[in-house]
């Protein structure tokens, strides 16, 4: 059962739900300095329905849990990419681009004094730019590649497959490596004492983005991909 309701305060319902802030931002409900009010006095601030908020903040929380109570691994290969594809590349796409003006933001308010937030501004550029060719690439390519060899393994297939795990391998080598690099950046994700709620926010999803991303690339190379070397 939800805990968030009408009398939740608005930085309360971001900490909570990080995506959330998405939807405060599209309706201009201030989230960071604002944020310590209820929802239904920010709804009505704006001249909203405060219900209608209310409903739209829970029906993020409830795809949140949906997601969480699946077991990929069990699925057939079929399944399991559709999987990948709808919840992580899907996630990335919607994700990254909501995500880096926040990044910016924090980075171009707090960046004098906390310089670190300057490279991670460079980090997540980088790493944005890999994950979506990344991603597409997969989608576009090698996902069909696979599914095809899986269902037809012929030698043809094989030696087309083969450098192409290989080559994704490498490359969610490399985006682990700027991940751990960001959180080695922020102690951990460590808000300093003085962080608003613009820079909470971008701490808990980029938190949120190396969990989600590790669970990714953890069911490509050790699923996905070890069904693939069987055939091998």
Do not use: W
């Not at 709804?43 to 699946?70: M, T, W």
């Not at 919840?87 to 004094?113: D, F, Q, S």
């Not at 095809?148 to 094989?158: A, G």
């Amino acid at each position: 059962m939800s805990r968030l309701t009408l009398d939740t305060q608005v930085c309360d319902i971001v900490t909570e739900l990080p995506q959330s802030a998405d939807l405060f931002r599209s309706l201009r409900i201030d989230f960071c300095c604002g944020g310590k009010i209820a929802l239904k006095d920010a709804a009505k601030e704006r001249k909203l329905n405060p219900e209608e908020v209310l409903n739209s903040v829970k029906k993020i929380e409830e795809k949140r849990e949906q997601q969480s109570g699946i077991d990929p691994t069990s699925f057939g290969s079929k399944t399991l990419v559709s999987y990948i594809q709808e919840k992580y590349h899907t996630g990335l796409r919607e994700e990254l681009p909501l995500l880096a003006p926040y990044i910016t933001k924090v980075a171009c308010v707090h960046g004098e004094n906390h310089p670190h937030l300057l490279r991670v501004q460079e980090i997540f550029k980088e790493l944005r730019s890999e994950l979506l060719d990344h991603t597409a690439d997969e989608d576009a390519n090698v996902f069909p590649l696979i599914l095809e060899f899986s269902e037809n393994p012929t030698p043809e297939l094989k030696e087309k497959v083969k450098p192409l795990v290989t080559e994704l391998e490498q490359e969610h080598e490399h985006a682990g490596k700027l991940l751990f690099e960001i959180r080695d950046l922020t102690n951990n994700f460590t808000l300093p004492d003085e962080a608003c709620g613009t820079y909470r926010l971008v701490y808990a999803r980029l938190a949120q983005l190396e969990k989600d991303t590790f669970e990714h690339v953890h069911l490509e190379n050790n699923n996905l991909f070890d069904r693939v070397r069987v055939a091998l």
